[in-house]
């Protein structure tokens, strides 16, 4: 780099030239255009038969060949030093690595120690919800609900705060439950029930089992929920009462 | 020293320095964007609401779009190729006429946008819209900044200066085809 010379800079460039001329010689770039062209009208064609592996054939499939049609013939990766296709293909590869690490967590909603609540939700509201199409197939303005993590859901907040003692199902084997003396309550047990009834339940979420003669382990959840969010999370749980309630 | 040791001497590499430079953009521009649609493939696989939002993006304007950087495309190599032969004025006009590519694009990307956004389909709207006012948006950008930099290439190629820029820019340029060769099908095909 640092030792090079006007004269030598001079021949270089010729040696560049005559690289190039290469290339210039054997691509008919109109020709390539012209097919960059077909496979367009191809990849747009695709969807029309409704088929769902012909669109993504003609979608993605066909995207590759015209990517490849364009760096081998307009960015001459043809006749480019092979470093160029090592870097980018490295790149690419660590890329792959990214997306094939992130993944399974974007993509599945819930695993062994926890749920997506915020993914899962988002799937049910779009899924029931959602766009708005009138007869002349019009657009209307679509209707995007509200997306408020503040709202209180009995349900999602038993999954992400109760379960981990108490089990998604209620029945006290939650991932952290299991390790604790005495076991959590398991709301699926008829025997459970028969000492219990809804103020009782109410009061032990509010105040803590300490409360009624129980384990300190289950402690009162008073600060951070209001008694109308604590009749509902007991609501939630005599749901799970075995018979109804 | 010669007048102008940087960019028409050889590196390590054998491959013209400027050439080397653009390549390593295009490298970091891969992760830029690999990682946007990598992100973006994921989500649409783990959502299936998103075939719903994806439904209203305008297949035409966005095929429309795809021709007219094909051609921008292919004006740029014709522009290479009339450098190499030395011929700077006729580069340079074809320089020009991929800068017109991209107004073009842009101008059709601002009605489909300005039809979207009034339709009520905003960058906050959903997850879907998000990504593809991001990613369109992000590609736009460099739309709008290869038309610039090809506005001085061709500026210094039509007095016959500087005739190997025209090569780096149209690197650069099919690079940004490349781009939305890609985003087409994933925001426009495949729903």
Known sequence: ?245 | MSARPIATTRSATGIPTGRLAVWWVIVSEITIFGGLIGVYLMHRLGHPEWAEAAVHTKTWFGAFNTLVLLTSSFTAVLAHQAAERGNGKQAAKLLMMTVGGALTFLVVKGIEWADEIQHGYTITSNTFWSFYYTAAGLHALHVIAGAIIMCFIAADAVRGRELHRVELIGIYWHFVDLVWIFLFPLLYIAK
């Open chain 1, 1 to 245: 780099m640092a030792d090079h010379q006007p004269a030598q800079s001079s021949s270089d460039e010729r040696v560049q030239r005559d690289e190039h001329a290469d290339h210039d010689e054997h691509v008919d770039y109109r020709k390539i255009y012209f097919t960059l062209l077909a496979l367009l009208v191809v990849s747009v064609a695709g969807p029309f038969l409704g088929i769902l592996w012909v669109t993504l054939v003609t979608a993605f499939g066909i995207a590759l060949v015209k990517a490849n049609l364009v760096l081998q013939n307009f960015m001459h990766m043809r006749t480019e030093k092979r470093v160029i296709k090592w870097i980018l293909v490295s790149a690419l590869a660590l890329m792959g690595l990214m997306v094939a690490g992130v993944a399974p967590d974007v993509m599945r909603h819930e695993g062994q120690n926890w749920v997506n609540v915020a993914a899962r939700d988002a799937v049910a509201r779009g899924l029931s919800g959602g766009h708005a199409e009138d007869e002349e197939g019009e657009e209307e303005i679509e209707v995007v609900p509200e997306v408020d993590p503040t709202v209180f859901s009995a349900g999602a907040t038993f999954n992400i705060t109760c379960a981990v003692c108490h089990g998604e199902a209620g029945d006290g084997a939650g991932p952290a439950g299991v390790a604790l003396t005495p076991s959590p309550a398991n709301f699926t047990d008829p025997e459970f029930w028969a000492t219990r009834d809804a103020d009782r339940i109410f009061t032990v979420i509010r105040n803590g089992a300490v409360a009624v003669g129980g384990s300190p382990l289950m402690v009162g959840w008073a600060f951070a929920y209001d008694d109308e969010q604590i009749q509902e999370l007991a609501d939630y749980v005599i749901a799970f009462r075995p018979g109804g309630q």
